[in-house]
């Protein structure tokens, strides 16, 4: 007795493997959207910052956290906390891993950058990058608080203000370093330092491989880094 054997024909088969590829080819390209997407985000928070920044200081010829009139300029309660005036801003981008309070001029930043109206929200809280990282903002050098520690010079030995935003991925990183600046790790006005935890102290000499990583960004699909620009 003779049976026929059923299964698959080399069509069925070809047109299966083509539905399977398109899918791939769909979750592939879908998962670089987000990914380009979460780097227009960082490129737009650095963008807007700076442009806050400069534009406080030219209004109220002062440094945001750092302003010695914001008191006596922003009285309706909860009356504004003045800085020190003297050109630093004390502290650092992520307040030493802990809450933000009136006492850090790195967290005043936002307080005064939100009264005058160029940053939206209210308070001194650091806000959040698209990949939950904290955006802030510290001076890069030994006045810009005791964490950075006596001869600190902020990552890639920055001195002066910088804003950093932390928790990137290693693409993210290395794509906003390029299309802001010249994508190398430590030159130009970008600069980025390893990660070995989230949100992390801005290390001492960064410069060197053993604190802040090797000499350039490094693309393993795990590394995370924090990106500091000179504003």
Same mark, same amino acid.
């Given at each position: 007795? *003779? ?25 592939? *390209? ?9 780097? *227009? ?9 700076? #442009? ?13 956290g750092d302003d010695l009139g914001a008191a006596a300029r922003w009285t ?11 050109? @630093? @801003?004390?502290?650092?981008?992520n307040n030493a891993g802990a809450t933000c309070t009136t006492a850090s ?13 160029? @940053? ?22 030994? #006045? ?5 520690g006596a001869d600190a010079s902020g990552t890639g030995g920055f001195f ?10 290693? *693409? ?60």
């Amino acid at each position: 007795m *003779k049976t026929n054997q059923k299964g698959f024909t080399l069509v069925e088969i070809a047109i299966v493997l083509v539905i399977i590829g398109l899918l791939l080819g769909g979750i592939l *390209k879908g998962q670089e959207m987000i990914t380009q997407a979460k780097i *227009k985000n960082i490129i737009s928070d650095f963008s807007g910052i700076s #442009a806050a920044f400069h534009g406080y200081q030219d209004r109220y010829r002062a440094i945001p956290g750092d302003d010695l009139g914001a008191a006596a300029r922003w009285t309706t309660a909860p009356a504004a906390t003045s800085g020190n005036g003297n050109g @630093v @801003v004390a502290g650092t981008y992520n307040n030493a891993g802990a809450t933000c309070t009136t006492a850090s001029e790195s967290c005043l930043w936002w307080d005064h950058l939100r009264r005058s109206g160029f @940053v939206a929200g209210s308070g001194v809280l650091q806000p959040l990058n698209a990949l939950s990282g904290i955006i802030g903002a510290q001076t890069g050098d030994a #006045a810009g608080g005791a964490a950075l520690g006596a001869d600190a010079s902020g990552t890639g030995g920055f001195f002066g203000l910088m804003m950093c935003s932390a928790n990137l991925p290693d *693409k993210v990183a290395i794509a906003t370093d390029t299309q802001m600046d010249d994508g190398g790790r430590l030159t130009g006005s970008v600069r980025g330092q390893l990660q070995t935890a989230n949100n992390p102290n801005i290390v001492v000499n960064a410069q060197a491989a053993a604190a802040g990583g090797a000499g350039s960004y490094v693309e393993s699909g795990t590394n995370a880094y924090t990106i500091c620009r000179l504003l």
